[in-house]
């Protein structure tokens, strides 16, 4: 994926750009953006917004315009805390600050790849 080809990574880097352990890389097909060693969102190719979230919070969050269950392939379901978000419903800073607040607010108790 070519940063680019796809506006809302540049807006999701300034976004996290205040975040002292912030490592951007290539994964699962999107522009991943790790903090403190976790994913936390992810920008797909198509521009949605995948976000790591907590899982206890899954049901409340699907309420909110635009998200709906992630998926890693064509039917296949992430789970419970993992939510795509719609990139139209992200035009408004608000909405994209909204969204990265809920993946660092769980992100301290998410655990680490691997482990």
Known sequence: MTDDRIPLVDRVRGALADQPSTLE???????AFMVDDKLAVAVRTNSDLLVRIDPTRHDELLRVAGAKPAEMGAGRTMGPGWLDV???????????????GVALEYNPRARRSGR
Do not use: H, N, Q, S
């Open 25 to 31: 890389k290539p994964m699962f097909g999107c522009r």
């Open 86 to 100: 719609a990139t139209d419903t992200l035009d408004d800073e608000d909405a994209l600050a909204f969204w990265i």
